[in-house]
């Protein structure tokens, strides 16, 4: 890697950009969801409290309230994770578009200058005190999030006998 590789910042994003999109040992989140129909995203399997519905909320949630909280836009902390789960059913082509929408803004934010990816994002919630608040750092804490749950989804989609997603996915 030359000095204007690392200068530029690109190379030093360049996982985080393609772990957004599922590149590597995680699961393309877009085509974990973009193939299945209403029916199969609100269906539960025995033993899981939430639907592949749920689970897109969720991360569509805690996207779109980091962005904010990067944009200095103060939002109330939950009391509880389960207001970041909804309370009835979605439109799930609005979700699946938002969720859409919401990791471009993030792979747009991966491409940053180097100043903003350092800046210091403020935390009005304790528990996140006790951590690293950068932009990039927070990017992270996203992609870690969202291939956790992308995982969930895919198994729920085995489960279902809806997997690999029509763009192809590992079946061992």
């Not at 747009?108 to 990816?117: D, F, G, T, V, Y």
Request: glycine fraction near 6%; include cysteine.
């Amino acid at each position: 890697m030359t000095n204007e590789s690392r200068r530029d910042g690109k190379m030093k994003t360049q996982p985080l950009t393609e772990l957004l999109r599922g590149k590597g040992a995680h699961a393309d989140p877009i085509a974990c969801v973009e193939d299945i129909g209403t029916h199969v995203a609100n269906r539960r399997i025995p033993g899981f409290p939430h639907s592949i519905a749920d689970l897109v909320f969720h991360m569509n949630y805690w996207m779109d309230y980091e962005l904010k909280r990067i944009g200095r836009l103060r939002r109330q902390y939950p009391e509880h994770n389960a207001e970041s789960f909804p309370i009835a059913a979605q439109d799930w082509d609005q979700l699946k578009r938002g969720f859409t929408v919401l990791l471009s803004e993030y792979a747009k934010l991966a491409e940053s200058s180097e100043i903003e990816l350092d800046r210091e994002v403020e935390s009005i919630y304790d528990g996140d005190k006790k951590q690293s608040n950068s932009v990039e750092s927070v990017l992270w804490q996203m992609v870690a999030h969202n291939s956790y749950h992308t995982g969930q989804i895919a198994t729920i989609r085995r489960a279902l006998g809806a997997w690999p997603p029509r763009s192809g996915g590992d079946t061992w």
